[in-house]
């Protein structure tokens, strides 16, 4: 059950953490959120809760007959994907490092693309991203007209911030395969436009917040910014699909037995059209993961710390939701002032990795921590496998 409400002037928020342990603005950010007119019932709030642009990170929001694109947030798509392997953890070698360079060295970082689209090598892929992105291409906003060729390129690769690819091991010495991205720069363009677009409708001009500003159903607005966000989400997940691949065939080279036992996709940045307390509605997880009854999902943790496969309980007060990880206790800013590389090296030790000041920001030190968040959500999910990076890319 929820830890805490708060009061809006349309409804109320039930928190999966403690109002006291959520910082100010982002509490004022829930506020905001539950005094729109359209949205519904309550808003649902996770245990990784903290700031974002415009709706607040961690935030599970249903309306009627309205979006509003800062509740998926810029990164639209955004998800994990893993695998479970044959390997156990003695089929490792002692280093890692060859490794990680090579995962390196195959999957691009950063703003960094593929000099050449990979995504046509596997059948499965080919045929998802030639009838899913391709032949839609043309409906797209305009802005996406000069950026076929990256976002082309730019399947199968990480991307900066908290993106991330892992190896883990799981309390059985099992090996996984592990990542984090979303729908990339032509993700970003369609956000931003879209969002760029609602501000300007005469219906949001007295909201509490601009940046919640929505599309109405029925509205040329809405229909474009669904085509779009749809398309945006497939993006994201044949991006992560891609980098699996990719992933798997550097791991097959180092380690020939390598074959896969299980695969977990799952978005927390977007939007799904739902029936929740007998009603059609739109629901934004931004910073959330679907967990219907038996659905599994997947809950990181920060650089270093563990990570959990989970299967939902379907909780209705959640809207079948539950958190996507650990979440920021500091900005990127405030981490980098306050840690050092020192700090960086102590709390990813065991981990092989980069440990310079570039991924700082990233620091566990800058994250809640990952077991408290899985307590104050037992009610949403089961654990079913708890996993310990052992090497991790950062972009």
């Given at each position: 059950?929820?830890?805490?409400?708060?009061?809006?002037?349309?409804?109320?928020?039930?928190?999966?953490?403690?109002?006291?342990?959520?910082?100010?603005?982002?509490?004022?950010?829930?506020?905001?959120?539950?005094?729109?007119?359209?949205?519904?019932?309550?808003?649902?709030?996770?245990?990784?809760?903290?700031?974002?642009?415009?709706?607040?990170?961690?935030?599970?929001?249903?309306?009627?007959?309205?979006?509003?694109?800062?509740?998926?947030?810029?990164?639209?798509?955004?998800?994990?994907?893993?695998?479970?392997?044959?390997?156990?953890?003695?089929?490792?070698?002692?280093?890692?490092?060859?490794?990680?360079?090579?995962?390196?060295?195959?999957?691009?970082?950063?703003?960094?693309?593929?000099?050449?689209?990979?995504?046509?090598?596997?059948?499965?892929?080919?045929?998802?991203?030639?009838?899913?992105?391709?032949?839609?291409?043309?409906?797209?906003?305009?802005?996406?007209?000069?950026?076929?060729?990256?976002?082309?390129?730019?399947?199968?690769?990480l991307g900066g911030g908290n993106h991330f690819i892992e190896l883990c091991l799981d309390t059985?010495?099992?090996?996984?395969?592990?990542?984090?991205?979303?729908?990339?720069?032509?993700?970003?363009?369609?956000?931003?436009?879209?969002?760029?677009?609602?501000?300007?409708?005469?219906?949001?001009?007295?909201?509490?917040?601009?940046?919640?500003?929505?599309?109405?159903?029925?509205?040329?607005?809405?229909?474009?910014?669904?085509?779009?966000?749809?398309?945006?989400?497939?993006?994201?997940?044949?991006?992560?699909?891609?980098?699996?691949?990719?992933?798997?065939?550097?791991?097959?080279?180092?380690?020939?037995?390598?074959?896969?036992?299980?695969?977990?996709?799952?978005?927390?940045?977007?939007?799904?059209?739902?029936?929740?307390?007998?009603?059609?509605?739109?629901?934004?997880?931004?910073?959330?993961?679907?967990?219907?009854?038996?659905?599994?999902?997947?809950?990181?943790?920060?650089?270093?710390?563990?990570?959990?496969?989970?299967?939902?309980?379907?909780?209705?007060?959640?809207?079948?939701?539950?958190?996507?990880?650990?979440?920021?206790?500091?900005?990127?800013?405030?981490?980098?002032?306050?840690?050092?590389?020192?700090?960086?090296?102590?709390?990813?030790?065991?981990?092989?990795?980069?440990?310079?000041?570039?991924?700082?920001?990233?620091?566990?030190?800058?994250?809640?921590?990952?077991?408290?968040?899985?307590?104050?959500?037992?009610?949403?999910?089961?654990?079913?496998?708890?996993?310990?990076?052992?090497?991790?890319?950062?972009?």
């Amino acid at each position: 059950m929820s830890l805490g409400t708060i009061k809006g002037s349309t409804v109320e928020v039930k928190l999966w953490a403690k109002v006291d342990e959520v910082e100010s603005q982002a509490l004022d950010q829930l506020r905001n959120i539950a005094s729109l007119p359209w949205v519904f019932h309550h808003v649902a709030v996770m245990a990784d809760v903290h700031l974002g642009k415009g709706a607040t990170v961690g935030s599970v929001i249903a309306m009627k007959s309205a979006v509003s694109p800062s509740a998926v947030g810029v990164d639209i798509g955004c998800g994990m994907a893993a695998l479970r392997t044959n390997l156990t953890g003695k089929h490792l070698p002692d280093s890692l490092k060859a490794l990680r360079a090579d995962v390196e060295a195959t999957i691009p970082v950063g703003f960094v693309s593929h000099e050449r689209p990979v995504w046509q090598r596997w059948e499965e892929t080919k045929r998802e991203a030639e009838n899913l992105l391709w032949k839609n291409w043309e409906a797209l906003d305009p802005v996406s007209v000069s950026l076929r060729e990256r976002a082309n390129n730019q399947i199968g690769t990480l991307g900066g911030g908290n993106h991330f690819i892992e190896l883990c091991l799981d309390t059985e010495d099992r090996v996984w395969l592990m990542l984090h991205s979303g729908s990339r720069n032509i993700g970003k363009e369609l956000a931003e436009v879209h969002v760029g677009k609602a501000k300007k409708l005469a219906h949001n001009a007295l909201l509490p917040d601009r940046d919640l500003a929505v599309f109405l159903s029925g509205t040329p607005e809405m229909d474009a910014y669904r085509h779009d966000l749809y398309w945006a989400q497939n993006y994201a997940r044949i991006n992560r699909m891609v980098m699996l691949r990719l992933y798997g065939e550097v791991l097959r080279k180092h380690l020939p037995e390598f074959k896969v036992e299980d695969e977990i996709h799952c978005h927390h940045n977007y939007v799904s059209e739902e029936i929740h307390f007998g009603e059609e509605v739109f629901v934004t997880r931004k910073g959330a993961i679907r967990a219907g009854i038996g659905e599994r999902g997947i809950i990181p943790g920060s650089m270093g710390t563990r990570s959990y496969i989970v299967s939902g309980k379907g909780n209705p007060e959640s809207y079948s939701s539950a958190s996507h990880g650990a979440g920021r206790t500091m900005s990127r800013g405030q981490a980098r002032k306050k840690f050092t590389e020192a700090d960086l090296i102590a709390q990813t030790e065991g981990v092989e990795c980069r440990k310079d000041t570039g991924v700082l920001d990233e620091i566990p030190g800058a994250y809640k921590t990952i077991e408290k968040v899985m307590e104050n959500q037992s009610d949403l999910v089961t654990i079913d496998a708890e996993l310990k990076a052992v090497m991790c890319v950062k972009g």
